[in-house]
C-alpha cells in the first residue's frame, strides 16, 4: 500500500501519482497497461468535456467556474500520464515538454518579449506568427517544412478546412479582401452547390442508395462526394471571410435541432412508446408548430 502524496506542490503530487499508477510492483493494473495509443480516446474525450464547460460558463454561477476548473484537471492529467509514459522510456519529461512550449512561446511573440519588433494588431501578429513558426521548423529540420503539415490529421474535417484557409491567407493565397473578393467568394459557393446538384442528378439513377453495390456505383459515388466536398470547402471559406467558425456554428445547429426533436419526442411520446411512427405531414407540421413557439 502506497502512501498518497502531500498535496502542498500540487504539480509535483500529480505527477507522483502518475509514477504510482504506473509503478510495476504496487501500481493499478489497468494504469500499468495503457500506452500513449491506448489513452488517447481518453485525452480527446477529456477536451471535449472542457469545451462543454467553457460554452456553460456563467459570470454569476460559481459553480460554472468549478465544473471548468474540475474539466481541465482531468485534461491536465492526460498530459502528465503521456509525460510519465514517456520518461519511463528515457525521451522526455513533464519539465521538458513545460521548457520546450515556453521556449516557443518567448520566441514567436518578439512584440511582447523583443525589443525593435512592433505590431499594429492581430493580422501583424499573425503573419509574424507563421514567419517565425516556419523559421523555428527549418532551423530543426533540413528539409522544407509545409505550412499545413501542421494542422492535426485527425481535426474535424470542417473545422479543417477553416483552419486551412485561415493559414494560406497569411500568404495572400486567398480570395481578395475587398466587396469584389467577397462576391467572387459567394460566386464560388453557388458554383460548387450547382455542381453538386448537377452530379446528384444526373448520377441519381446509377447511385441510388436502394441499387446494389457495384463497381459503377462506388465511382459515381466517390463523383459525388467530390462536388459536396468542394462546396463544404467553399463555405468554409465564406464562413471565415465573416469571422464565423463554421465547427460552431454546425454544432449549435446540432444542438438546436436536438432540442427541437426532443420537444416533439416528448408531444409524440404515447405514439412512439407503441411503435407507432408519425407521418412526414405530422412531423412537419410539429416542427413548424416547435420552431415558431422557441421565436
Keep these: 500500500m502506497k502512501k498518497p ?4 506542490k500540487p ?6 501519482i502518475a509514477r504510482d499508477l504506473r509503478d510495476k510492483t504496487h501500481g493499478c493494473p489497468w494504469d500499468m497497461n495503457q500506452t500513449h495509443d491506448s489513452v ?3 485525452l480527446i474525450e477529456e477536451t471535449y468535456e472542457v469545451v462543454d464547460a467553457i460554452e456553460k460558463l456563467n459570470e454569476k454561477d460559481i459553480n460554472t467556474y468549478n465544473d471548468l476548473k474540475e474539466e481541465l484537471g482531468d485534461l491536465f492529467f492526460q498530459i502528465v500520464f503521456h509525460a510519465q509514459l514517456a520518461e519511463e ?5 513533464l519539465e521538458d515538454t513545460a521548457l520546450y512550449v515556453s521556449e516557443k512561446l518567448i520566441f514567436r511573440h518578439p512584440h511582447v518579449y523583443g525589443e525593435n519588433v ?6 501583424d501578429v499573425l503573419k509574424n506568427w507563421e514567419k517565425l513558426k516556419r523559421e523555428e521548423k527549418n532551423k530543426k529540420n533540413e528539409e522544407f517544412i509545409h505550412m499545413l503539415s501542421g494542422i492535426p490529421v485527425h481535426l474535424p474535417a470542417l473545422l479543417k478546412s477553416y483552419r486551412i484557409g485561415q493559414k494560406v491567407s497569411r500568404v495572400n493565397f486567398d480570395w481578395p479582401s475587398s466587396k469584389e473578393g467577397t462576391k467572387l467568394l459567394k460566386e464560388k459557393v453557388i458554383e460548387e452547390l450547382n455542381e453538386f446538384l448537377v452530379e446528384i442528378d444526373e448520377n441519381h439513377e446509377k447511385y441510388n442508395p436502394e ?3 457495384t463497381a459503377d456505383k462506388i465511382k459515381e459515388k466517390e463523383r459525388v462526394e467530390e462536388e459536396l466536398g468542394d462546396l463544404l470547402f467553399a463555405i468554409s471559406q465564406l464562413a471565415r471571410r465573416y469571422y464565423i467558425d463554421p465547427e460552431e456554428a454546425l454544432q449549435k445547429a446540432n444542438k438546436k435541432v436536438t432540442s427541437r426533436f426532443e420537444k416533439m419526442e416528448t408531444i409524440f411520446q404515447d405514439k412512439l412508446n407503441k411503435g407507432i411512427h408519425p407521418s412526414i405531414e ?7 408548430k416547435v420552431k415558431k413557439e422557441e421565436k
Design 5 to 8: 502524496p502531500s498535496l502542498d
Design 11 to 16: 504539480i509535483e503530487s500529480l505527477k507522483k
Design 40 to 42: 488517447v480516446k481518453n
Design 89 to 93: 522510456r528515457g525521451m522526455f519529461n
Design 118 to 123: 512592433q505590431v499594429e494588431g492581430e493580422k
Design 211 to 213: 441499387n446494389l453495390i
Design 282 to 288: 405530422e412531423w412537419d407540421e410539429l416542427w413548424k
